[in-house]
DNA sequence: TATAAATCGGACTAATTTAGTCCGCGTTTA
DNA sequence: TAAACGCGGACTAAATTAGTCCGATTTATA
């Protein structure tokens, strides 16, 4: 339990081989996919999901790709994961309100305080230790 | 993501409710699925996990249940999920070794550490935070 | 001693989530 | 203008999770 998706992992991927580059230099969805062995088309998803979160620049048009985000080291665990994979949450009523046994639940409020420090966890680890 | 499963989450609800009972008194899988309203057959599975690793103890033939074990408050919530869902790893590579990209992948290690400090996160928390 | 109430666990189905693919579109380079 | 690229929606396939069913065993009790 607790895996991140592969969505997300070949998302890493992309970015940590991205900042071996030279700064500047752009990277297509096709070499990063060939050089790791990875789908294309599920990294594709992967890319065009950070660019719109804007941890990544596309570059359109033939000889385009993605460029990094020279502050991207800078974003928390934490956020890239519910950017990618939505919320952070050990059980549904962290999220919504509308938990079916919400009412007969005697385990609610607990998990709340737990996941609410592993989302401390989360946010104290940058994506710097992941890619550098 | 990072959600617990169901069953996870009803053996949680179960442990709360036996230990708010006198210490020694049987509880049944109907009467808990009942009252908290969650599928009995499920529940049952999550009841005969627990008795098979310790946390509780079975009562068995009509009249039985379940009691629950003294000392399970002190199970860290990493040793709990382990046994419920299996090994808390974000990348299958911490478990198993055939990854099969893992020849070209460039992030398993810092993610394998950020595992560890995970893990230790969870081992961290007691189930009587959350049972308590 | 028969019956009912309970666990046990395997096999099964259904629902949901994740993984992966396909394709038509717009943009830019050459 | 053709080729190389990203965009994104729709789709299918695979895997996991949720939930159900049932026959077997144990025990209390009528
Ligand atoms: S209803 Fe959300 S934890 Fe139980
Ligand atoms: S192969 Fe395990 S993290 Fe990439």
Same mark, same amino acid.
């Given at each position: =339990?607790?895996?991140?998706?592969? $969505? ?7 970015? $940590?081989?991205? +900042?071996?580059?030279?700064?500047? !230099? ?8 060939? &050089? #790791? ?10 890319? +065009? +999901? =950070?660019? &719109?979160?804007?941890?990544? +620049?596309?570059?359109?048009?033939? $000889? ?32 919504? #309100? ?5 009412? !007969? ?12 420090? =592993? $989302? ?11 890619? !550098?």
């Amino acid at each position: =339990m607790m895996k991140i998706t592969k $969505k997300t992992e070949y998302a890493l991927i992309a970015l $940590k081989y991205m +900042q071996s580059l030279e700064s500047g !230099s752009v990277a297509n969805t096709t070499e990063l996919s060939e &050089r #790791h062995s990875i789908p294309r088309e599920l990294l594709a998803k992967a890319m +065009q +999901q =950070m660019a &719109r979160s804007g941890f990544i +620049q596309t570059v359109s048009g033939a $000889k385009g790709g993605y460029k990094i985000n020279s502050d991207f080291t800078q974003i928390s665990m934490d956020s890239f994961l519910e950017i990618m994979e939505g919320p952070l949450s050990l059980v549904i009523c962290t999220e919504e #309100h509308d938990c079916p046994i919400q009412e !007969s639940c005697n385990i609610s409020k607990p998990l709340n305080t737990i996941n609410a420090k =592993m $989302k401390l966890f989360f946010s104290n680890i940058s994506l710097a230790e992941i890619t !550098s």
